[in-house]
């Protein structure tokens, strides 16, 4: 992941996230948006002004890892 990536992500006041299983709800001034991520492969966590997202392991599968360098060869 990139050092972006890795970065909190600080909410503002107006704004609130919920998590629920794999779906996040995500709340603020300009409307909702939901989004399903992938329990698999990411864990979220959500303190007060603070939500994180972060992959669960560093061990890449061999057959993702192939997908982008077929389209190379």
């Known amino acids: 992941m990139s050092k972006i990536?890795?970065?909190?992500?600080?909410?503002?006041?107006d704004s609130s996230i919920k998590?629920?299983?794999?779906?996040?709800?995500i709340s603020g001034p300009k409307g909702t948006k939901k989004l399903t991520?992938?329990?698999k492969i990411f864990s979220s966590k959500?303190?007060?002004?603070?939500?994180?997202?972060?992959?669960?392991?560093?061990k890449i599968d061999k057959k993702l890892q192939l997908c982008g360098e077929l389209t190379e060869v």
């Open 5 to 13: 990536g890795k970065k909190n992500i600080i909410l503002p006041k």
């Open 19 to 25: 998590i629920e299983g794999s779906n996040l709800t």
């Open 46 to 58: 959500l303190s007060e002004s603070e939500f994180k997202l972060e992959p669960l392991n560093k």
């Open 37 to 39: 991520i992938n329990d």
